[in-house]
Nanobody
Framework: QLQLAESGGGLVQPGGSLRLSCAASGSTLDGYAIGWFRQAPGKEREGVLCISSSDTTIVYAASVKGRFTISRDNAKSTVYLQMNSLKPGDTAIYYC???????????????WGQGTHVTVSP
């Protein structure tokens, strides 16, 4: 059974970069779309980016366009979220989750990892 685990979060200054990883176990990522989501304090979980099984990127959050990219390495069973030009508004817990395609709302994705904290602050 597919399980996902996020890593790579931390504290970064505005304008900095981080790369998050979403590592799969129990199954390969072949055939899955993987989405990155985030939840800021007091806010609902929102989609950030999604990568389909055929490597098509779907942008859920317009605020990250041009700053964040998503990629996958099926051989390593890992999906990455490269975050550049980070802003305080990007502060959140970041999660990855799987589905057949990217055409689902966040609640229909699963399984979910435990999340990784990203804090953007001077």
């Amino acid at each position: 059974q597919l399980q996902l685990a996020e890593s790579g979060g931390g504290l970064v200054q505005p304008g900095g970069s981080l790369r998050l990883s979403c590592a799969a176990s129990g199954s390969t990522l072949d055939g899955y779309a993987i989405g990155w989501f985030r939840q800021a304090p007091g806010k609902e979980r929102e989609g950030v980016l999604c990568i389909s099984s055929s490597d098509t990127t779907i942008v859920y959050a317009a605020s990250v366009k041009g700053r964040f990219t998503i990629s996958r390495d099926n051989a390593k069973s890992t999906v990455y979220l490269q975050m550049n030009s980070l802003k305080p508004g990007d502060t959140a817990i970041y999660y990855c989750a799987a589905q057949e395609t990217c055409d689902y709302v966040p609640r229909d994705f699963g399984p979910w990892g435990q999340g990784t904290h990203v804090t953007v602050s001077p």
